[in-house]
Every structure is written in C-alpha cells, then in structure tokens.
C-alpha cells in the first residue's frame, strides 16, 4: 500500500498546476458547502427556537377535535339515518373541571402546565377605543409557560400579584393611545361588564400585532369580566423537550377528550416549508462539490492517457489491476483528504467572520446577528461528501486504467 500511494503522489506531482486547481475547487466547494449549510441550519434552528419559545408547545382548547356523534346515529350505526339543522344547547363555553384536568396533567413527566381564560375585549381611553384580547392567567404561573416576562420593558408580571386590579399591554397599544405605566384605562367585554384597570407593565416582543392586540390581567377578574365564574378556554403546557410536543398531546387527549394541539401540529405547513428549504439549499452547495469533482475526474483522466506506457509496464512486473485501480483511486482521496483538511478550517473562518455581521433591516428596531450553527452535523456532511464526491470522480479513470492491456500499449496497438 505503501508503494501504491507513492506512485499516486508521484502521478499528481508530474501535473501540479492542474492537481492545485482541482485541490481548490475541493477546498472551495467544502468551505462554501460549511458556510452556507451552517447559516441555513443556523437560521432553521433560530426560527424553532423563537416558534417554541414564544408559543406553548402544547394548548389544550375547550373543544373536541372531532363532534360528538347524535344519539340517533349511535342507536342505528348501520341505518339510513340522516341528521339536519341540530342546534347545540346553548351553554357557557369553557372547559369544565379544569382544576381536576391540572390534577392530571401536572403529574406527568417534564410538564408544566397552567389554565388561561382569553376573550375579546375593548379598551377605552380618552375618547379611544381599541379591541384586544384579553388574557386572564395567574400570575405565579405564567413565567414557568411563557416568554411574557423576558418582554417586559416597563413592570413585572409579579406586580399582579400584589394588585389583582392591574393590566400588562403592549408597547404598540400604549403608544396608540398615549399610555404610560400607571394610568387607568377601562375595560369592556363582550358580556356587557365593564372594570377599569392600572397598568403595571408594559411589554414589547417586536411583533406589531402581538403588542397592539394583547393584554394580560389576573385570571379572576377576566372570569368576572367575561361571566365565566370557574371557567377557562385553554390550558397551556410547555415541556422540559418541545420536540415530545405530539407525542404527549396525543397522551393527554386521550385522556381528558379536549383537543390537544401541540406546536409541530400548529405549525406544520411552516416546518413542511423548512424542510423543501433545506433540500433546496443541499441541492445548491453540493453543485458546488459535484462541479470540483469534475475537475478531479479531468486531472485523474488525463494522468490515466498519460501514463498507459507506464501503467503497462507496471502490469508486466507483476501488478495486478486492482493494484492499479487502487493507484488512481488512491489519487481521488488524496485530494479529497487534503481538500477536507483545509477546506473546513476555511469554512470555520468564513462562518466566525459571516458572525460578526449585523445589521438593521428597515423598519426593524433590533440589530439583527447572523445565526450560525456550529453542530458537528454540518461539518460530517461537508467532509463525507467532499470525500464521496472525490472517490466517485477517481472511480471512472480507475476503472479505466485497470483494465489496460499491456501487451496492446506495449507493442503500439490502439
């Protein structure tokens, strides 16, 4: 073996320029092949976080995922029975006996789970009206199951412990109506009930949406705003893993019959989005490689019509023509090696300085940084298909080569 790789060096040494060329469309296509894997995983994994992290991974709504069946059809399941115009019995809407269901859910491993109650609303202030939704959550629980308290820029959440009668806005909606922390503002529901509330705190996520239409108050006061007494809409749950989100939705529907929606499920035409994304981009930095490759194929080829005298002779003293496949595969992964070797410290130079980019779209209000992943995954798959790539680009003038006729170079026949 040892012989077989020096006569291969040799080989790439006797065409040193076109060898160097072929050896940086190597290092290129690996580095860029890094580089641009590692900022669309980076930004894919950036964008789950924020998905996962400003959203419960699990919500447990007051529905069923499918109707209740009619009597009717339950008594003739094989009849010609047919159903039309049925009117629910109209009731307070809400998911009953949720205290019991808290009981049962919180017990269950890695889940945290705390009821909620949200409806519309309107806020009133000096002549200004504006629809909101109003959430009522308790205050000890809501930073264990959502990202609301890392917003706040004005006030805690934790004030509402010590007076009930507060509210958390938005950003957008103070500024709408000229609100700061302290003032009062009235709140009217949809149940004809009107309070008026202090505000506490203030909160802006950078979604305009989000910080002019939501508000939070203490989980009793919305009950009586709304006329639910003992009444919530929705349980949110987050887990130690977000990604067993389905698998414990599915377990905690079964059990308690309310629609358990997790985050995959919430957003699935995202994810399904994310993934068309990411075969794109492999498709697109593997041209990268695939187009090195040929270079390899070319300098391999021409070696291959260069040396059939010598590879001829070689076979006479006794090689046989795996030795010589050996010897020009032996080529394509010593340039795929080296290629790896240097390519992938360049494309850690190439991430480290696309990191110290920032900048700031119009109309953003954040520097924004590049994300990038530094998951060993990404640097497996540059150096395994650089690597195959080369092997594959090597494989053809091999094959070639091995099965040269000594007898035919030797005496001058084609």
């Known amino acids: 073996m040892r012989l077989l790789i020096f006569i291969a060096l040799k080989h790439l040494l006797a ?61 003739y399941p094989h009849g010609a029975v047919e159903i039309r115009r049925v009117k629910p019995v109209t009731e307070i809407r809400g998911i009953r006996g949720y205290e019991q269901i808290l009981k049962q859910i919180r017990p269950m491993n890695g889940v945290i789970a705390s009821p909620m109650l949200a409806g519309q609303a309107l806020v009133s202030f000096a002549g200004k009206d504006l629809g909101v939704t109003l959430n009522g959550m308790i205050p000890a629980e809501i930073r264990n199951v959502s990202t609301i308290e890392k917003y706040m820029i004005d006030g805690t959440i934790d004030d509402l412990l010590a007076n009930p009668d507060g509210i958390v806005i938005g950003q957008e909606l103070a500024r709408k109506l000229a609100l700061v922390k302290g003032e009062n503002i009235t709140v009217s529901s949809t149940a004809g009930q009107s309070r008026t509330f202090k505000i506490l705190g203030i909160f802006r996520t950078g979604r305009a949406n989000y910080d002019s239409g939501q508000a939070f108050v203490s989980l009793k006061r919305v009950q009586a705003l709304l006329n639910r007494p ?9 887990l130690q893993d977000p990604y067993q989100a389905r698998q414990v939705a599915a377990d905690i529907e079964s059990r308690i019959g309310y629609k358990s929606l997790s985050w995959q ?29 040929f270079g390899i194929y ?11 005298r010598d590879i001829s002779i070689l076979k006479s003293m006794g090689f046989y023509a795996r030795d010589i496949r050996r010897i020009f ?41 590049m994300p990038i992943d530094w998951g060993w995954l990404q640097f497996a798959i540059a150096s395994a298909f650089a690597m195959t790539a080369s092997i594959l680009a090597a494989l053809l003038p091999a094959r070639k080569a091995a099965h040269v006729q000594p007898v035919d170079i030797l005496r001058g026949g084609s």
């Open 15 to 75: 065409r040193k320029r076109q060898s160097i060329v072929s050896l940086l469309g190597i290092i290129l296509g690996v580095a860029f092949f890094l580089a641009i894997a590692s900022l669309m995983r980076g930004s894919e994994k950036d964008f789950i976080k924020r998905l996962v992290d400003n959203s419960p991974h699990i919500t447990i709504s007051d529905e069923f995922r499918n109707p209740r069946r009619q009597p009717a059809l339950l008594l």
């Open 230 to 238: 003992n009444r919530i809409n929705s349980i949110v749950v987050k």
């Open 265 to 293: 499920e919430a957003s699935e035409d995202l994810m399904n989005t994310l993934i068309i994304r990411n075969t794109i981009m492999y498709t697109v930095v593997s041209a990268v490689l695939i187009v090195a490759a």
């Open 298 to 308: 070319n300098v391999i080829s021409t070696v291959v019509m260069e040396k059939l």
């Open 329 to 369: 595969l032996i080529q394509g992964i010593l340039l795929g090696l080296v290629g790896t070797l240097i390519g992938l410290p360049l494309g850690s130079a190439i991430m480290s300085g696309m990191m110290q980019i920032r900048f700031k779209p119009p109309g953003a209000t954040e520097i924004i940084q």
